[in-house]
C-alpha cells in the first residue's frame, strides 16, 4: 500500500475509480479545475496492481472565526474501490489514508487542522467506526456568498445531496446518496 498526494499530471487516476464509484465519468478539466492552483489537493492510496483503490480529495475554503482568518479543508469526492476485505479495520487502507491526510492539515493558515465534509451515510459510518472523523452537528441548508456569484448548497433529508448554483463556482459538495 502505497499513499501520496497526487501531482496535477497524475489527476487522470482519479476517473477509472470515480466513474466505478460514482457511476459517471469526471473530465480531467474539472479535476484540474477542483483541485489545481492550490485551491485543493488530491491524495491516493494504491495497492498491489498500483490502481487507484481509495482517494480522499481537500478543496480548501477560507473562513473566519472570531475575527480570526483560517483556511479550513472540505473532505471531497471520498472513495473506495470495492474490495475482498474491509475497510472498516482500524489498519485498513481507508483508516491509514484518512490518517495522513488528517495529519497534513495542520498548517500556519490552519493551526487547529479544522476539516469539515457532507459524507454519504455508508462513509460517515465507516469514518466513525475506524476513529477518523466523526459527526459534530448537522446542517439542513448551508449557503456561501461570495461578491457576484450567488449560489447555495441544500441538503434535503440528511440523505440526497443537491447542488444548485448560477454564475461561475466551486462546488461545495459533490456527494452521493448511498
Given at each position: 500500500?502505497?499513499?501520496y498526494r497526487l501531482d496535477p499530471a497524475r489527476l487522470c487516476e482519479i476517473q477509472p475509480l470515480f466513474r466505478k ?84 492539515l495542520r498548517t500556519p493558515n490552519n493551526p487547529e487542522a479544522l476539516a469539515f465534509g457532507f459524507p454519504s451515510n ?45 454564475s461561475n463556482y466551486r462546488p461545495a459538495v459533490v456527494g452521493d446518496d448511498s
Amino acid at each position: 500500500m502505497q499513499i501520496y498526494r497526487l501531482d496535477p499530471a497524475r489527476l487522470c487516476e482519479i476517473q477509472p475509480l470515480f466513474r466505478k464509484v460514482f457511476g459517471h465519468d469526471i473530465s480531467i478539466e474539472f479535476l484540474e479545475w477542483k483541485y489545481g492552483n492550490g485551491f485543493g489537493e488530491s491524495w491516493g492510496c494504491v495497492e498491489d496492481d498500483q490502481r487507484l483503490a481509495l482517494h480522499c480529495g481537500i478543496c480548501y475554503r477560507d473562513t473566519a472565526l472570531n475575527g480570526t482568518q483560517f483556511r479550513v479543508a472540505q473532505l471531497v469526492d471520498l472513495m473506495a474501490a470495492p474490495k475482498p476485505r474491509g475497510l472498516s479495520r482500524r489498519d485498513s487502507p481507508f483508516a491509514v489514508l484518512m490518517r495522513e491526510v488528517l495529519k497534513e492539515l495542520r498548517t500556519p493558515n490552519n493551526p487547529e487542522a479544522l476539516a469539515f465534509g457532507f459524507p454519504s451515510n455508508r462513509a460517515m459510518r465507516l469514518g466513525e467506526k475506524v476513529g477518523v472523523f466523526r459527526a459534530i452537528d448537522e446542517w439542513l441548508e448551508l449557503s456561501f456568498r461570495h461578491p457576484g456569484v450567488a449560489f447555495f448548497v441544500e441538503l434535503q433529508s440528511g440523505l440526497s445531496r443537491s447542488i444548485k448554483y448560477c454564475s461561475n463556482y466551486r462546488p461545495a459538495v459533490v456527494g452521493d446518496d448511498s
